[in-house]
């Protein structure tokens, strides 16, 4: 996949702004931010113990953040560690830039939150998150392989195989209940 070094043309399909310099990097982090909520989700929602949805967005959210900060800090002593005298954006810069990881946890948490108003149980939460997640990851997964140039088809496959990773939660969650 080709940079552009300057604007797009007039009516390109590029997008724009931080989505148009590197789509690769957000589409990554996205896949890895749903991959970890499911996780959380299939991890945090026990049978036989009191719901508390409440607490377990909590645990995501903060789970999702300190992810997203521990692995921009490690990019960080990764390039120091390298010593290829390159300067790199400041640390802070670095882990700013995890916000894909922590957005891609978002609806998990609001369902959890919907969970804790009452609009639903938290195993109702728990579950659709999971459906959801596990589409949203064919979706990235797809969108990923369209924008590294794959044609339709490949890009379905790549999909699905990024759909995998939250079917095997979802029956890791069954059989471990």
């Not at 957000?26 to 929602?45: C, E, R």
């Not at 921009?72 to 830039?97: F, K, N």
């Not at 804790?116 to 969108?143: M, P, S």
């Amino acid at each position: 996949m080709s940079e552009h070094a300057g604007p797009a043309p007039a009516g390109s399909l590029t997008p724009r702004g931080i989505l148009r310099s590197r789509p690769e990097r957000w589409l990554f982090k996205g896949i890895y931010g749903l991959v970890l909520a499911s996780a959380l989700v299939a991890a945090l929602d026990v049978p036989g113990e009191e719901a508390n949805p409440g607490q377990d967005a909590l645990w995501v959210l903060l789970t999702a953040l300190t992810s997203g900060a521990a692995h921009g800090y490690a990019h960080v002593i990764a390039r120091r560690a390298s010593g290829d005298g390159t300067t790199g954006p400041s640390r802070l810069r670095a882990v700013l830039s995890e916000w894909p990881l922590v957005v891609a946890v978002l609806p998990t948490v609001a369902m959890l939150l919907a969970a804790t108003a009452g609009w639903w149980t938290e195993e109702a939460a728990a579950d659709t998150a999971l459906v959801v997640n596990t589409v949203a990851l064919f979706c990235l997964g797809t969108l990923a392989a369209r924008t590294a140039g794959l044609g339709r088809l490949a890009s379905c496959r790549a999909g699905a195989l990024d759909m995998l990773l939250g079917l095997v939660i979802i029956v890791a969650d069954a059989l471990i209940e």
